[in-house]
């Protein structure tokens, strides 16, 4: 019997599992069992969170890999980390360490302005973000095998991320209303392969799992994200940047699963101390989300 | 027949599809009371450790082990298969991320009692042995891959992940 490995349907699969839960950014072990002993399914290994590389500024790139071994030595749930838009060589690196998901991230600094890496060509799945449904199909023409909302990382403002969903949502519904031949020009006009805006109308959602991401901080933004129809939450700064992560991130993970049942929400909200410090999109120097396209 | 999915974490979607196409209408399992009255509940993939912690919340654990005490079916896939073990309702030994990481992640055909079925194993835990009351439904390689002790079926792999739908067949049967 023959052996398949790193086919499309296990690349997409693995995010199939992860559904309904919580990914953690992490920054050391200690950091990555914390967010294991609250029931992240996984974590993403970065050597600054969103928060500090928007407040220090300067070239953010891949992080050590011996950081991301000692994480991946850590944990038994799945690893991910980032590399920058375009880096593909960051992401052999990241294969070659045998890292779980890789992440095509507008929160490191871009190292190309008009490729995004071929994912297709790497054995190892890749998520990217998207802020509307063009810029997520693109990304899966590309390979990737998991979406997330790019929202604004690091500012513990949800608002992006709101914007970005809905946005993907209203689009899907449109697809409803139109034609094969307003589809065709759709497809066109966004540079999408029309196979993929076919099957993302036959099915009323994207074609791979969609998570929500940038700006989560609380349970309740979790959960808001959750009823917008996202399959998943990641967390970047909102969980090590607040007073007591330990209890946060169980909040937000006991939250991403009782999202419909406010009694719940409201009984896992309670008393979590003080959340991380947020920041106005319009005050922002740098939009991350702007990166990419 | 009233089945229920664990509807913590997860394959649910996937496994909710395969009994919708076999004419079940699913229960989605997410408090204590939902587990009455049902004849046979998935555990569905994802991560154990995540799906056994939050069986700690809301008495979902003791209503659990309660229902399958009580004669209901069970049947876990992948981190389902671990749950059952680790909460002593089937007698296997099972290790987790048995094959490696996700690169080491797989598609192949077994068999499961002597038909071929497609199996896609996802960062997949080994069954390494199994007691006497356990009978073995598959095995691939060095390890058992679909388990069965009374109306209780364990499989390492993800048989809501195929076209396939031997295996849910086979648990409707069970229930």
């Known amino acids: 019997m023959t052996i398949q490995k790193n086919t499309s349907k296990l690349k997409r699969g693995l995010a199939q599992m992860l559904k309904g839960g919580v990914i953690m950014d992490v920054t050391n072990a200690e950091q990555a069992l914390i967010a294991e002993k609250a029931g992240a399914v996984a974590v993403m290994a970065l050597e600054r969170v969103p928060a500090d590389i928007r407040r220090e500024g300067g070239v953010a790139r891949m992080s050590d890999p011996a950081m991301i071994r000692e994480i991946m030595a850590a944990v038994t749930i799945p690893v991910m980390a980032k590399v920058r838009i375009g880096h593909f060589a960051e992401a052999q690196i990241l294969e070659a360490l045998e890292i779980d998901y890789i992440d095509e991230s507008e929160v490191l600094t871009p190292a190309d302005e008009e490729f995004h890496i071929n994912k297709s060509d790497f054995k190892a799945p890749f998520v990217c973000g998207a802020r509307n449904l063009g810029e997520a199909l693109r990304r899966i023409g590309e390979g990737a095998a998991m979406i997330r909302t790019k929202g604004e990382a690091g500012t513990g403002n949800v608002v992006e991320a709101v914007r970005h969903m809905r946005a993907m949502n209203l689009e899907i519904a449109a697809f409803g209303k139109m034609n094969q031949r307003e589809l065709k020009m759709w497809a066109k006009r966004e540079r999408v392969n029309i196979e993929l805006v076919e099957e993302t109308k036959a099915l009323v959602r994207l074609p791979v799992v969609n998570f929500a991401a940038g700006g989560i901080a609380t349970p309740a933004d979790a959960a808001l994200m959750m009823q917008l129809g996202c399959d998943g939450i990641f967390v970047g700064s909102g969980i090590f940047k607040s007073a007591n992560p330990e209890s946060r991130a169980r909040a937000i993970v006991e939250a991403t699963m009782y999202y419909k049942n406010p009694e719940v929400l409201e009984r896992i909200s309670r008393g979590l101390g003080k959340a991380m410090d947020g920041l106005e999109i319009a005050g922002l120097e740098q939009k991350m989300a702007e990166r990419g396209w | ?175």
């Not at chain 2, 099972?94 to 490696?100: C, H, K, P, T």
């Not at chain 2, 080491?104 to 068999?111: G, L, N, R, Y």
């Open chain 2, 1 to 175: 027949m009233r089945i229920g999915i664990l509807d913590i974490q997860g394959s649910v979607e996937e496994h909710k599809k395969k009994l919708f196409q076999l004419g079940v209408k699913p229960i989605m399992v997410k408090s204590a009371e939902d587990f009455e009255r049902l004849d046979g509940l998935i555990i569905p993939g994802g991560e154990s450790t995540t799906i056994g912690l939050l069986l700690e919340t809301g008495g979902l654990k003791k209503a659990l082990v309660k229902a399958v005490r009580c004669g209901m079916a069970v049947w876990g896939t992948c981190a389902g298969a671990i749950l059952l073990s680790k909460f002593g309702l089937i007698d296997i030994e099972i290790e987790r991320n048995a094959y490696g990481r996700q690169i080491d992640s797989f598609e192949t055909e077994i068999a499961f009692l002597g038909k071929t079925i497609p199996a896609v194993f996802i960062r997949a835990p080994k069954i390494r042995s199994a007691g006497k009351p356990v009978e073995i439904l598959s095995e691939y390689g060095d390890s058992k891959t679909a388990v069965r002790q009374g109306k209780i079926l364990a499989t390492s792999f993800h048989p809501e992940m195929t076209d396939d739908r031997t295996v849910h067949r086979y648990f409707l049967k069970m229930c």
